[in-house]
């Protein structure tokens, strides 16, 4: 979960987060390179004494400030490109859960071996438990064993939804009539937080995403405490 004053991004819970922020610390130090250079090359050219009236082109720094430029832009594109086909690669998941954006909370169904469904709404300030995150914390969470594939649909009831989740890398459009999908791998034990990232009405703030990633062994047993409770 993010802290105050945080200017760097979520600590990585996926596989594809940690590529996500390898690809962010890559263009960065492009940027800061490039940056660098233009404000030396401005402060000499300023400085300088040399002046060169006649000068009209010259078709050699022509040709190094059109290449160069063009090498960078292909350096950075091809991780780009790398880390788009990975967030979009989905192999063979071994659970397929499905999430449904309402006005304003998510169902969840879990329908590859268990017939588990349920609502998850957020918690008024007056449930909340001493270290509870406020605005973020929902009654039901979305429980995942760690290290297993899984497939998440996504999909709305009414209007269009996003459900997200940023320490996963996740983000995908519930859209009504359309059932969108997306692969997500939880690398560690934990509790990570989410929440609806597309403008769905009056209580668009108010419909947060918990998942909380644990070993598969608690899995099973989360499984068998749901169907003994329906």
């Known amino acids: 979960m993010a802290t105050p004053a945080q200017l760097g991004l979520m600590d990585a819970a996926s596989p594809v987060m940690e590529e996500m922020i390898y690809?962010?610390?890559?263009?960065?130090?492009?940027?800061?390179?490039?940056?660098?250079?233009?404000?030396?090359?401005?402060?000499?050219?300023?400085?300088?004494?040399?002046?060169?009236?006649?000068?009209?082109?010259g078709?050699?720094?022509?040709?190094?400030?059109?290449?160069?430029?063009?090498?960078?832009?292909?350096?950075?594109?091809?991780?780009?490109?790398?880390?788009?086909?990975?967030?979009?690669?989905?192999?063979?998941?071994q659970l397929t859960i499905k999430g449904v954006?309402?006005?304003?909370?998510?169902?969840?169904?879990?329908?590859?071996?268990?017939?588990?469904?349920?609502?998850?709404?957020?918690?008024?300030?007056g449930d909340l438990n001493k270290g509870d995150a406020r605005l973020l914390e929902v009654d039901n969470?979305?429980?995942l064993p760690v290290d297993t594939s899984v497939r998440m649909l996504v999909t709305a009831a009414d209007v269009i939804h996003a459900w997200t989740v940023p320490s996963l890398g996740l983000k995908m459009d519930a859209v009504p009539g359309r059932l969108n999908q997306l692969a997500l791998q939880c690398s560690r034990v934990g509790t990570f937080y989410g929440q609806c990232s597309e403008i769905c009405g009056a209580n668009h703030s108010f419909m947060p995403i918990v998942i909380e990633a644990v070993p598969v062994e608690t899995f099973e047993a989360w499984c068998d405490a749901m169907l003994d409770s329906e």
């Open 23 to 57: 690809f962010h610390d890559h263009v960065m130090l492009v940027l800061i390179l490039i940056t660098c250079l233009i404000f030396y090359s401005m402060l000499v050219l300023i400085s300088s004494k040399y002046i060169y009236r006649f000068l009209t082109d």
């Open 101 to 125: 954006g309402h006005q304003w909370y998510w169902s969840y169904e879990y329908t590859d071996y268990y017939d588990i469904e349920f609502d998850s709404y957020m918690l008024p300030l």
């Open 59 to 93: 078709h050699v720094i022509e040709t190094v400030w059109t290449v160069i430029p063009a090498i960078i832009l292909v350096v950075v594109a091809l991780p780009s490109l790398k880390l788009l086909y990975l967030t979009d690669e989905l192999d063979s998941p």
């Open 141 to 143: 969470r979305v429980v």
